[in-house]
C-alpha cells in the first residue's frame, strides 16, 4: 500500500513539475509571438503604404516617357514603346519575385 502512495506521490509530483514546465514555455512563446505579431503588422502598414506610392510614381515616369515620345514618334508609336517598356519592368519585377520566394 506504501508503494501505491508513493507511486501517486510521485506522479502527482511530475505532473505539477510538467505543467510548471509548460507554463513557462507557454508565456515565452506567446511573448514571441506577439513580438512577431507586431513586427509583421509594422511591415504590412509600411508596405500597404509604399505600393500605392510606387504605383502612382511608375505610373508618372510612364506618362512621362509617353509624352516625350509623343512627340518624337506619334501619339501611337509613343504609346506602344511606353507599354512595351513597362511590361518589361513589370515582368523583370515579376520574375524577381518568382525567384525570391522559391528559396
Known amino acids: 500500500m506504501k508503494r501505491i502512495a508513493e507511486l501517486i506521490v510521485r506522479t502527482a509530483e511530475l505532473v505539477e513539475a510538467e505543467g510548471r514546465t509548460l507554463l513557462a514555455v507557454s508565456q515565452r512563446e506567446g511573448n514571441r509571438l506577439r513580438q512577431i505579431v507586431a513586427t509583421m503588422a509594422i511591415g504590412l502598414v509600411f508596405v500597404a503604404v509604399a505600393v500605392p506610392v510606387m504605383i502612382a510614381g511608375f505610373g508618372l515616369i510612364v506618362y512621362g ?12 508609336g509613343s504609346a506602344i514603346v511606353t507599354g512595351v517598356a513597362a ?17
Open 65 to 76: 516617357i509617353l509624352i516625350h515620345l509623343n512627340t518624337a514618334i506619334g501619339p501611337a
Open 87 to 103: 511590361l518589361a519592368v513589370s515582368a523583370g519585377c515579376l520574375y524577381i519575385f518568382k525567384r525570391t520566394s522559391e528559396r
